[in-house]
């Protein structure tokens, strides 16, 4: 039994969680859609070149949650899941967790998105355990503030090694999918790093590395 670590977006989704919500939020008014979307679109263009820093971005994007309960928006999220993010997810991932249940091993999904939205979809995947971004609450509201190490870049490796310590877990054998060149130290640090539809920086990193290259649909 070893350990199977996922990426989320872009990974078993077709897409990327937080713009999506980004414009979800735009469609319910929590936010002047037009200067928001194009804010969000901004940053997630840094994303790609791998110069973002997710402070920033998660500033912009919890300010709309700011004065909401977890449950007020934790209502919202869930329709938001099933009608948006679900149709999105790659037969392909489906098909590779299932043949990693079948194996025996052990599921973690680490993303750096919230964990709100994270946790919610992996729930239609069918994992229970997760490392995302976690948000800070006040008075039992979201404060716009996140909590603890980030899940970005090295953050996913800080997060990890203080997950495995807590789960009496290892390494050893593990596996680890993405698409992303912010993904490179956790894929460096695993005996199986796995490339999902990668971006140009790290399709070339993966081939010099002789790292397999996957095409999920």
């Given amino acids: 039994m070893a350990l199977a670590i996922f990426d989320l977006d872009d990974t078993l989704i077709d897409g990327d969680c937080a713009s999506l919500w980004s414009a979800h ?6 936010v002047d859609g037009e200067s928001f ?6 940053l997630m263009a840094l994303y790609a070149e791998g110069k973002l820093a997710m ?12 004065g909401r309960t977890a449950e ?7 329709p938001f899941v099933e009608d ?4 999105l997810i790659h037969s392909d991932a489906m098909r590779c967790l299932a043949q990693h249940r079948a194996a025996g091993d052990r599921i973690l999904i680490i993303s750096a998105s919230a964990h709100f939205l994270v946790s919610a979809i992996a729930e239609r995947l069918g994992v229970e355990e997760v490392l995302a971004i976690d948000l800070e609450e006040q008075h039992g509201c979201y404060s716009g ?17 203080a997950w495995l310590e807590e789960q009496g ?13 912010n993904d490179l130290p956790l894929l460096s640090l695993v005996a199986n790093p ?12 993966a081939e010099e590395a002789g790292w397999p290259v996957l095409d999920w649909r």
């Fill in 25 to 30: 939020m735009a469609e319910l008014g929590w």
């Fill in 37 to 42: 979307i194009r804010k969000d679109h901004e």
């Fill in 55 to 66: 402070e920033d971005y998660m500033a912009f994007s919890l300010s709309p949650l700011v």
């Fill in 72 to 78: 007020e928006v934790d209502f919202v999220a869930g």
């Fill in 84 to 87: 948006v993010v679900e149709p």
């Fill in 145 to 161: 503030r996140t909590h603890g190490v980030l899940t970005y870049r090295e953050g996913k490796v800080t997060r990890l090694i």
């Fill in 169 to 181: 877990e290892n390494l050893e054998g593990a596996y680890f999918y993405s698409d992303s060149r």
């Fill in 194 to 205: 796995r490339t999902v539809n990668p971006d140009p920086t790290l399709r070339a990193h």
